[in-house]
């Protein structure tokens, strides 16, 4: 048995060697690529090749876990772009949640991330100081984040790619049992989408809410009868024990969030294939009947798919601003078209972006 053992270890050997070869070999490639790139002013970041490649690397493999071989090419991506630039991205912090997970799925962990508010974000990104930002689009329970689609439009930022991400909260305190909690300490939407966890579970406790999961979590750290609700990134940052995992009341509760960038997007071009294409625009009609209706009706009428629709009153005009996703069909001449039309039955219109559209 022994023996068998030390056998199969060294074919493992033989692999791991030959994997570092190759990654080494990939490096050298990938230095010429971003060679080419910087001549012709090409970003190093790439989001329609890596979302490809990682489909097809999902496609191939066959005993490997298909998320686990998502991660490790997202880390084989992150550090081979580091290599030709030390990129920076912002987040909405702090360190540990859903936005900074979003953001170490996207671009892996050889990437500077920034903690920043959602403002900080697009100023960040307008102004080149980072060459990205990561902001949540839409919460499955909650809906469209409506202080982001108000950003989307003070700014002249694009969406370049959109991701859908598992959301799931943890229970974790430093008292030495459940019984002895007696503060729990959270953000108010987090304490929300676990009422029904907090209730049947501590349901006498005082709830202290706090600016952010984060930051709740650093004052039940700093309480031995305090207990947090937050991601389970923030337990392991804190060294924090936790009680229970997947709390919400949601199962499948998720989180669209937004890769957001200063530059036009090269990635829109028609020879490019996009997986998943989706587009976003904003509209606002006039106050009368059936303006919305003959906005939309070119949606309908061609068989678009729509996924999401928002209102949000302006802040100058008093209109009210519509927020839509759309699926884009095979033909995107008919996209064309269709806003074409929307733009006759509109006072204002703007697209936000094309872009792949991945769950994770």
Known sequence: MLKELENLRQKIDKIDKKIVELLDDRASVAKKIYLLKRKNNIPVFDVLREDEKISWVQSCVKH????????VFVEIFSGTRKLAKDM???????????SHLAAVNVFGSSVEFLPEDLSGIFEKVQRSDVDYGVIPIENSRDGLVGETLDLLLESK?????????????CFFSNADSLKNVKRIYSHQKAIIQCSKWIR???????VVYTSS????AKRAYEDIEGGAIASEEIS?????KIFYKDIQDSVDERTDFAIISADEDIFVSPKRKI?????????????????????????ARRKINMKKIHSRPDKITKR?????????????KIVYKTFEDIKKNSVFFRVFGKYPYKVI
């Open 64 to 71: 490997f876990p298909k998320d686990s071989a998502r991660k």
């Open 88 to 98: 920076k991205v912002a987040y909405l912090g702090p360190e540990g949640s859903f």
């Open 157 to 169: 930022v694009k969406i370049i790619y959109e991701v859908s991400m598992k959301v799931s909260f």
């Open 200 to 206: 049947e579970n501590l349901g006498k406790v005082d």
């Open 213 to 216: 999961t984060s930051d709740g």
């Open 236 to 240: 392991k940052i804190m060294n924090f």
């Open 275 to 299: 997986l998943n294409p989706r587009i976003s625009f904003c509209f606002s009609v006039l106050d009368e009947p059936g303006a919305l209706f003959k906005a939309l009706y070119p949606i």
């Open 320 to 332: 009210y601003n519509f927020f839509v996703e759309i699926e884009e069909p095979r033909n995107e």
